[in-house]
């Protein structure tokens, strides 16, 4: 499904507010979720003027929606992944709460990164279920289910299955698997106890405030040192109240990192997809080498592997010269025709291998970028925070010396 | 005997102590050097407990020699308050450091502990050594320098036990009868104490707090920088950055680390000798208005002719004398007292100010300079704004 004037012109998408609505789901039960209003502006002239061309609102289940439909049909791209449906790595001020406003602005820039991933990337950008998931407000629903992608998924089952007994799967595949593995955990171990030092600064931070109320009062019974109480503590007033925009600020570093944690999952899913392939490929093989095996020993007469019809033969006598040459003919055609299928596996299994590395390379370089650019940026939040914190004191001890 | 040392871990001689201590007294005229180091512990067949070395140095004549050493305990600080006290009631006594802290240690020999209350009996004998009344007290004088055998003889000579027993029962006794009109100056330093008292202790506590939740900030970030070390093993082009982040995040470790020790040696141990003292305050108060309730009972006696009015003028005359000192001598020391307990705070809040200001800076400079280190790069890093 593609539609190529749509990655032609430069286009800007953005996720630009959030609305609650209630509505009735589909068993008439009344219910409150998020709806979110998506732009896409087209940069028609040279000079770089933005015409907003679309607008409409759509809500988190439609997103998840277009993503298993984009998992299906490229199955070799690892597709970006959603912000978290749940608040999860939470420190205790935030609450885990799908309505508060602090998550719900959260996912709306998570939304919009989303899109922008999949209308900057080479292949996705091209899809016609994605252009009208921005730009046609309704029926689109309708139109993604009528493309039976679902039908078409792989089942879960038959890749575990592929999963456990693939015997050759390729080599690079099987590291991206590990390393995905190994991403999951160390973001994962990362995200824990950031949000426990977060929690821990919080705590630092919040107390020195009881020394704004207790100066102030104390300045009350003080002549001399009064003043100087009083404009000291409500410095460590500032001080404390500092800390609640470092950490909104660090939430999003936060969320930055755990875009690439779940990236590990579709990092995986495209692993699956070639484990799937492969072991489809080598039960064709085998299937065929068994067939190859059959004919032969039927047409020389030995009979070296187990099959029903010796069983049968030996039971109840031997068959006919006639129905011997029916078999084997049967088993030439299957053996042709499992030829032809093994053939077309390997050859699609390659294509497979192509493209798919093609697009781990890509990502490969668009996640070393990022992740630098979000360490940097964390040391930028850090420097600011050390700024601030200089501020204060060197104000506070101005105020303490005039004491 | 057995004899265990422990480190000193401040300058041993008096005389180095010239530029350390902040009292407002004129410095250059400081003839009289305490030091107090040197803990140890002693084991007897009854008790194990642990002596003080007492350094003084002196060019007072009334001091037989110019440098004196002697040993003390606990019990003995105790007993030279006591004293002081006993000689002037009014007079406000620095505060001694705790027989046993609450919460938190409870072993008396651990060596924070030991090392905490030695530093706050060295302040205790240098604010007495300072304070224009207190410094020329006999006790005082004997406590510095007698051996620990006269020591013992000495304290042996007091008022004996049972009149000591009779003095506090009067004085509760007198107290219960409450003030009839105590003078309005006394009246604003009531009201002072109270909400200082109140104050300093949230303050304390505050503080406190603080230091705990820095320590618990601290042992989350010990975990923190590792982490980063951990994935840089599974990130061949991120090296570089991950374990730069992970050693700013242990410098600023370090620095945390600094910054509680600093903490723990000026603001808390200054805050909290002034919640001892606003307990001390509140003692000499009623000491003084038991003075007065003395003067008062008899005042009350005369009125209602119970005794002999000669003798009972003749007491009051004393008493008024008695309650006139008493009242001049807390007027001087309270000025004095308010004094110090302004500078201090101030002293010591500004060094907490201080070494949060240094612990920023540190903090900053390790990530500046990691920054610059990850944004200098060659040109072929920076081009590769490719997503």
């Not at chain 1, 800390?243 to 692993?271: G, M, N, P, S």
């Amino acid at each position: 499904m593609t539609e190529n004037n749509f990655s032609l012109k430069k286009i800007e998408i953005s996720v630009s507010e959030a609305e609650k609505r209630t509505g009735r789901n589909a068993m008439n039960m009344q219910e409150t979720y998020t709806a979110y209003l998506i732009e896409t502006r087209s940069v028609e002239n040279i000079d770089g003027q933005s015409v907003l061309t679309d607008s409409l609102w759509r809500r988190y289940s439609e997103f998840e929606l277009l993503r298993n439909y984009l998992l299906v049909y490229y199955p070799h791209i690892v597709v970006p992944p959603l912000p978290e449906k749940r608040a999860e790595f939470v420190w205790h001020k935030l609450s885990a709460d799908n309505m508060d406003p602090d998550f719900v602005e959260r996912r709306r820039i998570g939304l919009e990164n989303f899109l922008l991933r999949v209308s900057s990337h080479p292949i996705l950008c091209r899809d016609k279920i994605f252009y009208l998931f921005l730009t046609q407000e309704g029926n689109w629903k309708e139109t993604v289910n009528e493309t039976g992608f679902q039908l078409k998924a792989d089942s879960r089952l038959k890749a575990l299955n592929a999963t456990f007994r693939v015997k050759n799967p390729d080599k690079r595949f099987t590291d991206l698997k590990h390393y995905s593995d190994e991403l999951q955990s160390i973001i994962s171990h990362l995200l824990r106890v950031r949000a426990r030092v977060a929690d821990r600064l919080y705590g630092v931070y919040k107390v020195h405030g009881n020394y704004g109320r207790v100066f102030s009062e104390w300045s009350a019974i003080e002549k001399e040192m009064g003043d100087g109480l009083q404009s000291a503590g409500h410095h460590m007033d500032v001080y404390a109240s500092s800390i609640d925009d470092i950490l909104e600020d660090e939430e999003h570093y936060a969320d930055q990192l755990k875009e690439y944690l779940f990236y590990t999952e579709a990092l995986r899913a495209v692993c699956r997809k070639h484990e799937l392939m492969q072991y489809d490929l080598e039960m064709a093989a085998q299937d065929l080498a068994s067939k190859k095996q059959q004919c032969e020993e039927l047409a020389t007469g030995t009979v070296r592997t187990f099959s029903l019809k010796g069983m049968t033969t030996k039971l109840f006598g031997q068959e006919t010269p006639e129905q011997r040459e029916a078999r084997i003919k049967v088993l030439e055609e299957q053996i042709s025709e499992g030829e032809q299928y093994l053939k077309s596996k390997n050859l699609e299994g390659r294509e497979f291998l192509k493209n798919a590395w093609a697009d781990i390379e890509r990502f490969k370089e668009q996640k070393n970028h990022d992740l630098k650019e979000a360490l940097i940026s964390y040391a930028v939040m850090q420097i600011s925070m050390c700024k601030k914190g200089i501020q204060v004191w060197t104000n506070a001890k101005e105020c303490f010396s005039k004491m | 005997m057995d004899i265990n040392s422990f480190s000193p871990m401040m300058p041993t001689s008096p005389l180095s102590m010239i530029n350390q201590v902040k009292f407002e007294d004129e410095p250059d005229l400081k003839d009289l050097f305490i030091t107090v180091d040197e803990p140890e512990s002693h084991v007897t067949t009854i008790e194990t407990f642990i002596t003080y070395r007492i350094i003084t140095k002196t060019t007072r004549g009334e001091f037989d020699s110019s440098e004196f050493e002697v040993r003390r305990r606990y019990q003995d600080f105790i007993w030279l308050k006591g004293k002081l006290e006993e000689a002037h009631p009014t007079l406000i006594i620095p505060p001694l450091p705790e027989k046993f802290i609450v919460k938190g240690m409870v072993e008396r020999f651990n060596d924070d502990f030991i090392e905490t209350r030695r530093k706050a009996l060295h302040k205790f004998l240098n604010r007495i050594a300072d304070h224009p009344t207190l410094t020329f007290n006999e006790d005082f004088k004997i406590f510095l320098t007698a051996q620990a055998w006269e020591l013992s003889s000495h304290k042996k000579q007091g008022p004996g036990l049972l009149s000591r027993m009779g003095q506090t029962v009067r004085a509760v006794a007198s107290s219960m009868r409450g003030v009839k009109s105590r003078p309005e100056e006394f009246m604003e330093m009531n009201s002072f104490i109270e909400t200082f008292s109140q104050k300093i202790n949230l303050i304390d506590k505050i503080s406190q707090r603080i230091y705990k939740e820095e320590r618990d900030y601290y042992d989350e970030m010990k975990e923190y920088g590792p982490v980063h070390i951990l994935w840089s093993a599974s990130e061949e082009d991120l090296v570089d950055t991950l374990k730069g982040v992970a050693s700013c995040i242990d410098k600023c470790c370090k620095a945390t680390e600094k910054q509680m020790a600093g903490l723990s040696e000026t603001l808390l141990p200054v805050v909290h000798e002034y919640v001892l003292y606003s307990e001390i305050l509140m003692g000499v108060m009623k000491r003084r208005d038991q003075i007065q309730a003395e003067l008062d009972s008899k005042v009350e006696a005369l009125s209602y002719k119970k005794a002999d009015p000669d003798l009972l003028t003749e007491e009051i005359g004393k008493l008024e004398d008695k309650v006139e000192c008493a009242n001049n001598a807390l007027k001087a020391d309270w000025d004095r007292w308010k004094q110090n307990m302004q500078n201090d705070i101030k002293s010591a809040f500004t060094d907490m100010a201080e070494e949060n200001i240094h612990y920023y800076e540190q903090c900053l400079a390790t990530w500046e300079s990691f920054l610059s280190s990850q944004t200098n790069l060659p040109l072929e890093e920076t081009s590769e704004d490719k997503s």
